[in-house]
Structure formats: C-alpha cells, structure tokens
C-alpha cells in the first residue's frame, strides 16, 4: 500500500512539474511576441525600418535549458542588430557616447523587465507545489499530515 501511494505521489510530481514546463514555454512564447510588437512599434527614422525588414524579427528565439529535469535557465537570442538598436550604437555611435544615447530603441530591457516579473510569480506558484511535495519531515514512530513516517 505505501508502495502505490509514492507512485502515485511520484506520479503527481511528475504531472506538476510538466504543467510547471509549460507555463514556461507558453511565457516564451508570449514573451517573444510582444518582443516582436515592440521592436514593430519602434518609430525609426533610421534607413533601416525593423518593421519591413523581418531578418531581425525572423532571428528571435528563444530557448529553455533543463538540468536534471528541472528549469535551469531561459534564454532570448536575435540578430546583432538588436543589440545595436537597444543602444543606439552604429558608425561613429560608440555605445555611451551622446550620439547613442538620442538613438537608442529600447526594445528589449522593457519588454524583459516586465516578462520578468510575470516569470517569477509562474515559478513561485507552480515551483511552491512541487517543493511542498518533496519535503518530508520524518521523526520515527510520529506521522505527519502528508503520511510520511519514520
């Protein structure tokens, strides 16, 4: 009997931590749109419009990177450009200079500082589960509240 109530807490881990991954994957992809709509929403007047040239759109990806099952890291990638728009930074633009300082498009620290937040309440919600889950507190011949004895 206790044999089948740790497969099916096993069972119960297991189907948190999937809902846990895709939360995850469904706040990239969320993430990246609105990435897309703010470097879409961007008023340049440079020669190069981000809004008709989709090579820096089409290069925005994103990735999860998993250790030992668990969420290790998330992480967003694009096109050079990105980064020299963000800071404004071009020919004769070095990056802190004045000149960048008028240029700058921020497109990404925004929509990442917001994304963010949203990223930590996912994970203290669904995490907060899987961790009470695996906690035991075992003292012999004393049973507690989840049925773990010792």
């Known amino acids: 009997m206790a044999q089948r109530d740790n497969i099916d807490e096993v069972r119960r881990l297991i189907a948190k931590r999937d809902e846990l991954d895709q ?6 992809r969320v993430t990246r749109k609105q990435m897309i709509l ?4 961007l008023n340049l007047r440079q020669k190069v419009r ?3 040239d989709p090579a820096l759109i089409k290069t925005i990806k994103t990735a999860m990177r998993k250790r030992d099952g668990n969420i290790e890291s998330v992480s967003f990638s694009f096109a050079r450009k ?3 728009l963000e800071h404004g ?3 004769g633009r070095p ?3 004045a000149s960048a300082k008028e240029h700058a498009k921020p497109w990404i620290k ?7 937040d949203e990223l930590n309440d996912i994970i203290a919600e669904k995490y907060a589960d899987i961790v009470e889950a695996e906690i035991r507190i075992r003292v012999p011949g004393i049973e507690f509240k989840n049925g773990s004895n010792g």
Do not use: C, H, Y
């Open 82 to 84: 990105g980064i020299f």
């Open 95 to 97: 990056r802190g200079s």
């Open 50 to 52: 981000i809004a008709s």
């Open 110 to 116: 925004p929509t990442l500082d917001d994304a963010q």
């Open 89 to 91: 930074v071009g020919r």
């Open 38 to 41: 703010k470097l879409k929403s």
């Open 23 to 28: 939360e995850v994957r469904d706040w990239r």
